[in-house]
């Protein structure tokens, strides 16, 4: 990864928010370790929350991102009412004001809004790095959230979108080495 000639590197973290959270997700502290690694070293963060009724109102204790999350100084915020976070948001227009052509993404739930922000992003033919070590999901009736992690990350590996060169790029178990080349 490391310096982007095309534009700046950001980091898009999902709905790392308290209402989220309140069902259990796998290996939360984990995940947010790594969340913070990325956010550290991100030319940008763009934190995406998910805005709906029933605990997540936007300005509620539900809304507001998990308090053991960095939030750097020029973080920026585009908030969501759909799994997708370009669905009738600002997140495309905030990343074209930056000239951010790739992202890393992370962030919850990795079954809902990271799959269908990745698809809808490749599509629109932004560069993603998947942190393979830094979303995360709870388990669902149909399946366990480690087997839906493991099941997302090879999708997300073999994702292919004709005429872009999005091929669906993760990093295994290395936000670490992810952080230290978006410092660059």
């Known amino acids: 990864m490391g310096e982007n000639n095309d ?4 980091s898009d973290v999902v709905d790392m928010q308290n209402g989220v959270f309140a069902t259990p997700r796998l290996a939360r502290e984990r995940c947010v370790a790594q969340i913070n690694r990325l956010v550290r070293a991100a030319d940008r963060v763009i934190f995406i929350q998910h805005d709906e009724a029933g605990g997540l109102e936007a300005g509620s204790e539900g809304f507001a991102l998990l308090p053991e999350l960095e939030q750097p100084a020029g973080a920026l915020y585009v908030t969501k009412t759909a799994c997708d976070a370009f669905y009738h948001t600002s997140l495309a227009q905030v990343l074209d004001e930056h000239d951010i052509q790739q992202f890393v993404i992370c962030g919850c739930a990795t079954d809902y809004c990271l799959d269908t922000t990745i698809k809808n992003g490749a599509s ?3 560069g993603i790095v998947i942190a393979e070590d830094a979303h995360t999901t709870a388990d669902r009736p149909a399946a366990q959230a480690a087997t839906l992690i493991a099941h997302y990350n090879e999708v997300w590996r073999t994702l292919t979108i004709p005429g872009q060169s999005f091929t669906g790029e ?4 290395n ?3 992810m952080a230290a080349e978006l410092s660059c």
């Open 7 to 10: 534009g700046s590197t950001g």
């Open 175 to 177: 936000s670490a080495r």
């Open 170 to 173: 993760t990093h295994r178990n």
């Open 124 to 126: 629109r033919g932004y």
